[in-house]
Structure formats: structure tokens, C-alpha cells
């Protein structure tokens, strides 16, 4: 079974940066369409960047020109640089496939104080 791992959130001031980093397991990572998930508290669970698995990329519109959304098919993974954080980015941050295949991960907190 698939196991995905987020990885890289916590505490930082708006203005600053994190990357965060999704380690999968037990299947064939570079035939999917990846994505990065956020849910703040108290809200849905939303898309905010994906990558295809040609390569391409789409955002929404809350992050774009601030997140970039990267994979390494050779080490199973995608990544999450996010720039220019605002307070409003605070929330738990997931990868899963796009469309939603995979069991869900423990996600990683990322708080944006301001």
C-alpha cells in the first residue's frame, strides 16, 4: 500500500519561506499527476499546486507566483517551495494524487505568523 510522508512545515514570520518535502511508497510514482492539499482549520481541504507527470504545473490562484511545485521521480518524491508566505497560508499541508488515489498522510503544519 502507498505510504506518503510530508515533511519540512513549521513555525515561520510572513515574508519568509519553507520547502516542503512528499516521500511516496510502493507503487509507480512517476506515471501520476501529484499535488499539494492544504486544510485550514475549520475549512475544506483545497488543491493549491500540481504537477502533472509530464512536468507541467498549475496553481491556484492564492499561491501563485509565490509556491513552485517540483518531483523527483528517482527518489519518489515532491516538493513544495513556498516564498512570500502570508499569514493566511497557515494550514496542514498534504501531497496526494491528482485526482485523489492514495490513503491520505499525517500532513505537515506550516503557521505563518504575523
Known amino acids: 500500500q502507498v505510504q506518503l510522508v510530508e515533511s519540512g512545515g513549521g513555525l515561520v514570520q510572513a515574508g519568509g519561506s519553507l520547502r516542503l518535502s512528499c516521500a511516496t511508497s510502493?507503487?509507480?510514482?512517476?506515471?501520476?499527476?501529484m499535488g499539494w492539499y492544504r486544510q485550514a482549520p475549520g475549512k475544506q481541504r483545497d488543491l493549491v499546486a500540481r504537477?502533472?507527470?509530464?512536468?507541467?504545473?498549475n496553481y491556484a490562484d492564492s499561491v501563485k507566483g509565490r509556491f513552485t511545485i517540483s518531483r523527483d521521480n528517482a527518489k519518489n518524491t515532491v516538493y513544495l517551495q513556498m516564498n512570500s508566505l502570508k499569514p493566511e497560508d497557515t494550514a496542514v499541508y498534504y501531497c496526494?494524487?491528482?485526482?485523489?488515489?492514495?490513503?491520505w498522510g499525517k500532513g505537515t503544519l506550516v503557521t505563518v505568523s504575523s
Open positions: 504537477i502533472a507527470s509530464g512536468g507541467g504545473t
Open positions: 496526494n494524487t491528482d485526482p485523489i488515489l492514495w490513503p
Open positions: 510502493g507503487s509507480i510514482f512517476g506515471i501520476y499527476h
